[in-house]
């Protein structure tokens, strides 16, 4: 694993100590590896959905299409 140190400014410091202290993280390191994660998974949805805005539609998406969709997803948790 890599390290890096990063420096931060007394008040946010202070924020990073608070959210290890009242959420239940370990250290410092886990609350931003955390974070990164996020980010980064934030990113890939926002490329995702991009993607899907750009590509051509398939059928038209009218009340059949939600009902089938709906049918598809309870028949998926019924599982």
């Given at each position: 694993?890599?390290?890096?140190?990063?420096?931060?400014?007394?008040?946010?410091?202070?924020?990073?100590?608070?959210?290890?202290?009242?959420?239940?993280?370990?250290?410092?390191?886990?609350?931003?590896?955390?974070?990164?994660?996020?980010?980064?998974?934030?990113?890939?949805?926002?490329?995702?959905?991009?993607?899907?805005?750009?590509?051509?539609?398939?059928?038209?998406?009218?009340?059949?299409?939600?009902d089938s969709?709906?049918?598809?997803?309870?028949?998926?948790?019924?599982?």
């Amino acid at each position: 694993m890599g390290t890096m140190n990063i420096s931060l400014p007394d008040n946010l410091k202070h924020f990073v100590d608070q959210q290890v202290a009242g959420r239940g993280y370990g250290t410092s390191s886990e609350y931003v590896r955390e974070l990164i994660r996020r980010d980064k998974d934030r990113q890939q949805l926002r490329n995702l959905l991009l993607e899907g805005a750009s590509s051509d539609t398939t059928e038209p998406i009218d009340t059949s299409y939600f009902d089938s969709l709906r049918e598809r997803a309870t028949k998926q948790s019924s599982k």
